[in-house]
């Protein structure tokens, strides 16, 4: 019996590679090969090519030499504040006047009110700041703080006005 392409041999059993990894061609070859750049993976288990090497871990983008192909990566930069990156693929901007506290973040959720800016109930006045609930509604917008108040705590999820 063959193996198949993209599996190692374990006593006498093929397995997938596992992810960061891959295998090409059909042999009994048993050492499945990591990914040649440093910080790059592939998208799941079993894979056959070299070029499934094809991703940065999230929070992170692969960076590629320029006018190269897509296979081409020579490393990985992480997602500057303002961005998450959910597939090691590309970095997403937080929209809704929202930011990140730092580089390589990772989903929506670490996307925040920038300084300046709080949570309040859609179609609600701006005077009204957001509550738990309203948060948990995800019924929010984001908008710049009202005259005379500022933000509180590094969440924005109060409002203080100023001289209270």
Avoid: H
């Avoid at 300084?115 to 179609?123: A, D, N, R, S």
């Amino acid at each position: 019996m063959l193996p198949v392409a993209g599996p190692a041999w374990q006593a006498m059993q093929a397995l997938p590679c596992p992810k960061g990894t891959f295998k090409e061609g059909i042999n009994r070859d048993a050492t499945c090969t990591q990914c040649p750049t440093k910080g790059i993976t592939t998208a799941g288990v079993a894979s056959a090519f070299a070029t499934a090497c094809d991703r940065a871990t999230p929070g992170y983008r692969p960076v590629r030499a320029q006018n190269a192909s897509a296979t081409s990566i020579l490393g990985v930069e992480p997602c500057p504040v303002g961005t998450y990156g959910p597939d090691g693929l590309r970095c997403i901007a937080c929209t809704d006047n929202l930011t990140t506290q730092a580089t390589a973040s990772t989903n929506t959720a670490d996307c925040l009110a920038a300084p300046g800016y709080g949570f309040y109930p859609k179609g609600e006045g701006d005077n009204r700041p957001v509550s738990t609930a309203d948060l948990q509604a995800a019924s929010t917008r984001v908008i710049k703080c009202p005259y005379g108040s500022f933000k509180v705590g590094k969440y924005g999820r109060a409002f203080a006005r100023a001289g209270q």
